[in-house]
């Protein structure tokens, strides 16, 4: 430990040069086994880098380093190179992989530091430098400064936005827990859930709570749980420890899962002090597992009441609704105007169905001269296919029946003509025109015959007498 | 889940609530009063039914992702408070 540290290396007595050496310098001989005098040897430069280099590695097997970090970088080869100062010097440091990986902490820039290692010689540069087992920061203890850096990253990233809180349900079907069954906290739980309501349905993922690989068991067990029918919500959690007890919930795994989450997570770790990464990153964060319970079901009792005021409230509605009505009823009974109400409804019932039927009717019409229309059209598709087909013949048609209505035209002129002279001719032949000149014309009884001869009658007969205006009937009293 | 127009309890809880408003509210027709009574009826009858029917019960998932009864001294029949 610090004792090897104590010792200055100037001061070393070292007599010792490589055993090779020894026999050749039998002289005074320095610290790095280098005779100035006798048998003047002369090392390359790569021996002499050698040789510093292991009697550095001998003589600082282990130190304790404290300055501050700089030029922090991680290589791809997964090495951190970094350089330790203080306010005067500078020390190169390099911690390979298989170490860094145990570090909670993200080394970074300006950091103030302890640093235990080994120091060693970078032969390519001639550089010395510690190689570093072990780094821990100074002030902060370790797992707080890893909690300090991932709150930041994470918050950067917007895992812990209030947007993203979701409300709890009103009714979980199901509530799942991710926690332990050797802790208190699991008992607490149920003993909640228990005593605040009977006939609740718990689904309980146990996990390791603490530990190594504890935060990959408790993301695993989270990303599963979730996925369980009906389970609506997620309680996660254990009771309280020591911040070592409780890092599983400061880690990177955890938060995520309970991030990428699709229901609620409620978080309970520890108790009231300590707050995880889990609890920034849960929807809920409950001071204790127990209080995580009672947030669940106080939910169910709320909501227990809240039905049975709505149905109050609706049961009293319909209530009122009905009094008014009956209160309503009774009045317009017993109020003559009812009566004139019952006619102007009745009078109101039949101009509606006198529009009713105008409506009907005016739908009718119109449908009727629309389908009237239709054959019409119809009868015109199919007059234009035979129309085409007999277009020359049409028209010679309309031709010929052009000529034959003039011929027939001036035909029926001449007819008219012929016959108003025929009928002129015939007026002046009839005998009622002889007659008005006071005529008169006589027929036999059975006027069949006009009597031209006295001799064709003989007295008794009976004869008739045409005039110009009437006919009489005579009897025949003598001959003459 | 025996009335199939019925989503889920919270939006049976908001529709409840917000047919209760409108009653109350007034100004309805006695048919849309009746109508929204009918139906405020059966939700609130579904709400108590699903606060009352699930029985307790404590399963254990296991890491197969499989559900089994939870032992008995879990499940808390240790003296309760």
């Known amino acids: 430990m610090s004792d090897l540290f104590d010792l200055p290396f100037e001061e070393e007595p070292e007599p010792e040069p490589a055993p090779s050496e020894a026999a050749t310098s039998p002289g005074r001989v320095d610290g790095l086994g280098l005779s100035k005098v006798e048998g003047r040897r002369i090392l390359s430069?790569?021996?002499?880098?050698?040789?510093?280099?292991?009697?550095?590695?001998?003589?600082?097997?282990?130190?304790?380093?404290?300055?501050?970090?700089?030029?922090?970088?991680?290589?791809?080869?997964?090495?951190?190179?970094?350089?330790?100062?203080?306010?005067?010097?500078?020390?190169?440091?390099?911690?390979?992989?298989?170490?860094?990986?145990?570090?909670?902490?993200?080394?970074?820039?300006?950091?103030?530091?302890?640093?235990?290692?080994?120091?060693?010689?970078?032969?390519?540069?001639?550089?010395?430098?510690?190689?570093?087992?072990?780094?821990?920061?100074q002030g902060l203890g370790?797992?707080?400064?890893?909690?300090?850096?991932?709150?930041?990253?994470?918050?950067?990233?917007?895992?812990?936005?209030?947007?993203?809180?979701?409300?709890?349900?009103?009714?979980?079907?199901?509530?799942?827990?991710?926690?332990?069954?050797?802790?208190?906290?699991?008992?607490?739980?149920?003993?909640?859930?228990?005593?605040?309501?009977?006939?609740?349905?718990?689904?309980?993922?146990?996990?390791?709570?603490q530990g190594d690989g504890a935060a990959a068991e408790i993301a695993h067990a989270l990303r599963q749980i979730v996925k369980v029918p009906h389970v609506d919500v997620v309680i996660v959690g254990?009771?309280?420890?020591?911040?070592?007890?409780?890092?599983?919930?400061?880690?990177?795994?955890?938060?995520?899962?309970?991030?990428?989450?699709?229901?609620?997570?409620?978080?309970?770790?520890?108790?009231?002090?300590?707050?995880?990464?889990?609890?920034?990153?849960?929807?809920?964060?409950?001071?204790t597992p127990s209080a995580a319970a009672e947030l669940v079901v106080a939910r169910k009792d709320d909501v227990g009441n809240r039905i049975d005021r709505l149905h109050e409230r609706l049961v009293s509605c319909a209530h009122a609704r009905v009094q008014r009505l009956s209160r309503r009823v009774h009045e317009l009974s017993g109020r003559r105007a009812l009566a004139g109400y019952t006619t102007r409804l009745a009078m109101t019932q039949r101009r509606a169905d006198e529009l009713t039927r105008t409506l009907a009717d005016a739908l009718r019409t119109a449908f009727a001269a629309r389908s009237r229309r239709l054959q019409t059209i119809e009868r015109r598709l199919d007059a234009f296919d035979l129309?085409?087909?007999?277009?020359?013949?049409?028209?010679?048609?309309?031709?010929?029946?052009?000529?034959?209505?003039?011929?027939?035209?001036?035909?029926?002129?001449?007819?008219?003509?012929?016959?108003?002279?025929?009928?002129?001719?015939?007026?002046?032949?009839?005998?009622?025109?002889?007659?008005?000149?006071?005529?008169?014309?006589?027929?036999?009884?059975?006027?069949?015959?006009?009597?031209?001869?006295?001799?064709?009658v003989a007295t008794g007969d009976t004869i008739h007498v045409t005039l110009s205006r009437g006919a009489i009937a005579a009897k025949v009293s003598g001959i003459e | 889940m025996s009335e199939p127009s019925i989503k889920d309890f919270e939006a049976a809880i908001a529709e409840l609530e917000s047919i209760v408003k409108k009653l109350e509210d007034g100004d309805l027709s006695l048919e849309q009063s009746l109508a929204l009574y009918e139906r405020g009826v059966t939700l609130s009858k579904f709400c108590h039914a699903r606060l009352?029917?699930?029985?307790?019960?404590?399963?254990l998932l296991s890491e197969r992702g499989e559900l089994r009864p939870a032992p008995a001294g879990l499940a808390g029949d240790d003296p309760t408070r």
Not at chain 1, 253 to 279: F, K, L, Y
Not at chain 1, 400 to 415: E, F, M, N, S, Y
Request: charged letters at 30%; aromatic letters at 6%.
């Open chain 1, 45 to 137: 430069v790569t021996e002499l880098t050698v040789r510093v280099r292991d009697h550095l590695e001998e003589r600082f097997f282990e130190v304790w380093v404290e300055g501050e970090l700089s030029g922090v970088k991680i290589w791809n080869t997964g090495h951190l190179y970094f350089t330790l100062k203080d306010s005067s010097s500078v020390l190169k440091g390099l911690m390979f992989r298989s170490a860094l990986r145990y570090l909670k902490f993200k080394p970074v820039d300006g950091l103030h530091v302890v640093a235990r290692g080994k120091i060693s010689v970078y032969e390519p540069k001639g550089e010395y430098q510690i190689v570093c087992e072990h780094l821990e920061p």
């Open chain 2, 52 to 59: 009352e029917d699930a029985e307790r019960r404590i399963e």
């Open chain 1, 387 to 456: 129309g085409r087909r007999l277009a020359r013949n049409r028209t010679a048609l309309v031709a010929v029946d052009g000529k034959l209505r003039q011929t027939a035209t001036a035909r029926t002129h001449r007819a008219r003509a012929q016959f108003g002279r025929l009928a002129g001719r015939l007026e002046s032949l009839s005998p009622l025109a002889v007659l008005a000149r006071g005529y008169a014309v006589c027929w036999n009884d059975e006027r069949t015959k006009a009597i031209r001869d006295a001799a064709d």
């Open chain 1, 142 to 209: 370790g797992l707080q400064l890893a909690f300090e850096q991932l709150k930041k990253r994470l918050q950067a990233e917007g895992l812990f936005d209030a947007a993203k809180k979701r409300p709890l349900p009103l009714l979980p079907r199901k509530i799942g827990v991710v926690t332990s069954l050797d802790g208190a906290a699991v008992r607490d739980i149920l003993k909640v859930l228990r005593r605040r309501y009977r006939n609740v349905h718990v689904v309980i993922r146990p996990t390791k709570v």
């Open chain 1, 238 to 287: 254990r009771g309280g420890g020591s911040l070592e007890d409780l890092w599983a919930f400061n880690e990177e795994p955890v938060a995520r899962a309970i991030s990428i989450s699709p229901i609620p997570v409620i978080s309970a770790v520890g108790h009231e002090s300590d707050v995880t990464i889990a609890d920034l990153a849960a929807d809920v964060r409950a001071p």
